[in-house]
């Protein structure tokens, strides 16, 4: 399974746009990328998820380099609901999702 | 909302003690998750579930035994808690991908809270 490293925690103020970067040098082939949010007391949820180039849905975009070592989600125009933790997960699903997660992204939104 | 229950979601029990923690899916995923969460942790899999009577361990799965008599339920056995068991507990679940799919996403639980005292 490949390992994720990320920054442990982002500052940014409310309206900006915030990019978060995951660096997994070791991605394989079938592997995807995969974000998700956590909010304190609730369970992990899902956010967005690419295998190259580039996606975007209505709350994020995903931007996945033609290497695939690394991936940037970005979160346009953050508001004080976005403060959460942000975890970049690496695996292929088939046969389950034994995805590790790692300490993930604190993100801190200031009005 | 992915329907997925976890009971109970606070629990406070003595050092010894057996404890049996149920997450009830109304999706009928074939997957079945139990990670931990610890501060300075992220998630780590504990046990998972890959259909009716098939389990297999995770990172961390010592001191816990699983079972999963229906595909609704998966059933998580501290056979005698420990303090170091103390931890937010979260149950997950997710499709079987198939090679027409893009990869599968799993839905997680609230979370149970448990400290052993």
């Known amino acids: 399974l490949a390992k994720t490293t990320q920054p442990i925690s982002m500052d940014s103020y409310e309206g900006q746009e915030v990019n978060i970067t995951c660096s997994h040098n070791n991605i394989a082939t079938n592997d995807y990328i995969t974000w998700y949010q956590q909010f304190p007391s609730q369970g992990p949820r899902f956010i967005i998820q690419g295998y190259k180039t580039k996606v975007t849905n209505e709350v994020a975009s995903l931007f996945i380099p033609a290497d695939r070592k690394s991936s940037t989600l970005s979160l346009p125009r953050v508001s004080l609901s976005d403060t959460a933790v942000y975890y970049c997960l690496v695996g292929d699903a088939t046969g389950g999702f034994k995805t590790i997660f790692g300490a993930g992204t604190r993100l801190f939104v200031k009005a | 909302d992915a329907g997925i229950t976890q009971s109970p979601r606070h629990k406070v029990t003595e050092t010894g003690t057996p404890v049996t923690l149920r997450c009830h899916q109304t999706?009928?995923?074939?997957?079945m998750y139990w990670y931990r969460q610890d501060p300075g942790h992220g998630l780590r899999l504990i046990h998972y579930?890959?259909?009716?009577?098939?389990?297999d361990k995770g990172e961390v799965s010592d001191g816990y035994s699983v079972s999963r008599s229906k595909t609704e339920d998966f059933l998580l056995t501290l056979e005698s808690a420990t303090s170091s068991q103390t931890s937010v507990y979260f149950c997950?679940?997710?499709?079987?991908?198939?090679?027409?799919?893009?990869?599968?996403?799993?839905?997680f639980g609230q979370g149970t809270r448990l400290t052993v005292v």
């Open positions: 999706e009928n995923h074939r997957y």
């Open positions: 579930s890959y259909g009716v009577k098939d389990t």
């Open positions: 997950a679940i997710s499709e079987s991908r198939t090679a027409s799919m893009m990869n599968t996403e799993a839905f």
